[in-house]
């Protein structure tokens, strides 16, 4: 793969906004992390305008869920109002059939050549697991919101036995781009469509001189026969996959070496969960194509809220006690531990944007061999709230049962022998 060296015919240069998994609503009812999906949201809008994009490549998974609330839905629709309505000319021309690329839309058209829309940054998306469609009619938030005129909703899929993908089409000077999208579908599903060639990439009259980009929602990571999509189910006229769904962010471009294109994963915009893969600095990317060439410049969110995950054993901590004072002690070495080492992580993580929150989430993974070791962990954390947001979980007890597990095989062994032993005598007896 080629990259841009130089800044060259800028006329022919596509800027492009890359973020996936923004979970707008994610934990909006809690008072203390519930709007940080909205501000991180804001400020991916806000380098868009200041970068002064050609338009958004949204990854799947805009909303945390496919109803989401009123209230969700009315900042979402509040913030792409702001962003993207203006007067800014727009030098991409869209070459594609928009009734082809839209025609699940009640509205079969680029919302940017509508004449009764006054568009500045184009957003495009398909959906992914979260806000996929449900329900009667199968709708989905992002059918609203495109039918609203401030998305360009991409990829749903109409029919779940034969997937037929027709790209989005553009070009800028002598620049020409081919987007197609593939909205979540069950993995075990699509795995088995790949298999049986059933999804069919429509290739256009000159792809080989496209920069041709893949955006899917899918899992990456290999979690069980047919629950992942291979790389390799992936067509090799590709240029550039990027890959929604997995929230750890792998920004940096990696490239397949047997079918040719690079794999960009961002990762999502907010924590939706207390992970070890949730805990890395997130990323958004701009991603400038030109001819079969690109270059991707990362930027880093800095209204993310500090998250710390850590795993620790408690045996490695060699606390020699009392089984009876031990719990206590417990307790009394893991706020030390959180408060000492933890949160002087925490520190590290503050960006000085006046937006990013303060509070920081903490995930402390322990692992313990007795039951005397055991404690309340939701209590336990109460005695936190001046220090972190998660209030409630900042401390995971696990069982450790790797030794557990090593004298339980050696005795399943060695009753299994005896049953034969049992067989044997009653066979010959």
């Not at 719990?327 to 933890?342: G, L, T």
């Amino acid at each position: 793969m080629d990259f841009i060296h130089s800044a060259g015919d800028e006329d022919s240069i596509f800027k492009i906004m890359i973020a996936t998994d923004i979970h707008l609503g994610v934990n909006e009812k809690n008072g203390i992390i519930g709007n940080d999906s909205f501000v991180t949201f804001e400020e991916i809008l806000k380098i868009s305008r200041d970068q002064e994009v050609d338009f958004i490549l949204l990854g799947g998974d805009l909303f945390h869920e496919n109803i989401p609330s009123t209230q969700c839905l009315h900042k979402c629709l509040s913030l792409l109002r702001k962003y993207t309505m203006g007067d800014k000319p727009i030098t991409v021309s869209f070459d594609s059939n928009p009734e082809e690329n839209f025609k699940h839309c009640d509205h079969k058209v680029v919302n940017y050549l509508d004449p009764n829309l006054n568009i500045s940054i184009p957003v495009y998306s398909i959906h992914g697991n979260h806000d996929d469609p449900a329900g009667f009619g199968r709708m989905s938030a992002l059918d609203i919101v495109s039918t609203s005129g401030l998305i360009n909703y991409f990829g749903k899929w109409t029919d779940l036995n034969n997937i037929s993908l027709k790209p989005l089409l553009m070009s800028k000077g002598s620049s020409n781009l081919a987007i197609y999208g593939l909205s979540n579908i069950k993995d075990e599903r699509l795995h088995r469509l790949f298999a049986s060639k059933n999804v069919n990439f429509e290739a256009t009259a000159n792809h080989a001189n496209r920069f041709n980009i893949l955006v899917l929602h899918q899992n990456r990571a290999d979690r069980g026969a047919k629950r992942y999509i291979p790389e390799d189910f992936i067509p090799d006229f590709f240029d550039f996959v990027f890959w929604g769904h997995e929230h750890e962010c792998r920004i940096d471009p990696e490239p397949n070496m047997k079918k040719g294109f690079v794999v960009v994963q961002p990762g999502s915009s907010v924590a939706t969960s207390l992970c070890d893969g949730e805990s890395v600095e997130k990323y958004v990317g701009i991603l400038k194509i030109q001819d079969k060439k690109f270059d991707l410049q990362k930027i880093k969110l800095q209204t993310v809220r500090p998250f710390v995950f850590e795993t620790a054993k408690l045996a490695d901590w060699n606390m020699k006690l009392p089984t009876n004072k031990m719990n206590e002690a417990v307790q009394d070495y893991v706020a030390k531990y959180i408060k000492n080492k933890m949160l002087s992580k925490v520190r590290e993580q503050f960006t000085g944007h006046p937006d990013q929150p303060t509070l920081p989430l903490i995930r402390l993974r322990l692992e313990y061999t007795e039951d005397y070791e055991e404690f309340n962990t939701k209590r336990f954390s109460q005695s936190l709230s001046k220090y972190v947001a998660n209030v409630d979980d900042a401390v995971l007890l696990k069982r450790d049962t790797s030794n557990i597990k090593r004298k339980r095989k050696g005795t399943e062994y060695f009753d299994l022998l005896d049953v034969r032993s049992v067989l044997v005598t009653l066979v010959y007896s």
